[in-house]
Nanobody, 120 residues
Framework: QVQLVESGGGLVQPGGSLRLACAASGSDDNIYATDWYRQAPGKQRELVAIITNGGRTNYADFTEGRFTISRDNAKNTVYLQMNSLKPEDTAIYYC??????????????WGQGTQVTVSS
């Protein structure tokens, strides 16, 4: 079993930066990727970025080169560096770890989320 704990959220002015961290405790060899999602009030949860165990990354179009996902395997932590933040980036940010077993069974671990508020 794996527990994910996000940190690093807070209040920041437009144009500012935050670095979110997703620390994992426990282990699961079936995990193959870690994502950051976000959910704004009244909106559906949306994928922000993904990083595979091999380090491949992919981003949602709205990140527009402003966000960078990275991982530190020694610390079992995945980061989301967010620059040039906009008010529309305001949301709860969640990390999740995707796993799949050889038989095809798959699922996700989720953290509790961290609030990001971009406002002047």
């Amino acid at each position: 079993q794996v527990q994910l704990v996000e940190s690093g959220g807070g209040l920041v002015q437009p144009g500012g930066s935050l670095r979110l961290a997703c620390a994992a405790s426990g282990s699961d060899d079936n995990i193959y990727a870690t994502d950051w999602y976000r959910q704004a009030p009244g909106k559906q949860r949306e994928l922000v970025a993904i990083i595979t165990n091999g380090g491949r990354t992919n981003y949602a179009d709205f990140t527009e080169g402003r966000f960078t996902i990275s991982r530190d395997n020694a610390k079992n932590t995945v980061y989301l560096q967010m620059n040039s933040l906009k008010p529309e980036d305001t949301a709860i940010y969640y990390c999740s770890a995707r796993w799949v077993k050889r038989g095809g069974e798959s699922g996700d671990y989720w953290g509790q989320g961290t609030q990001v508020t971009v406002s002047s």
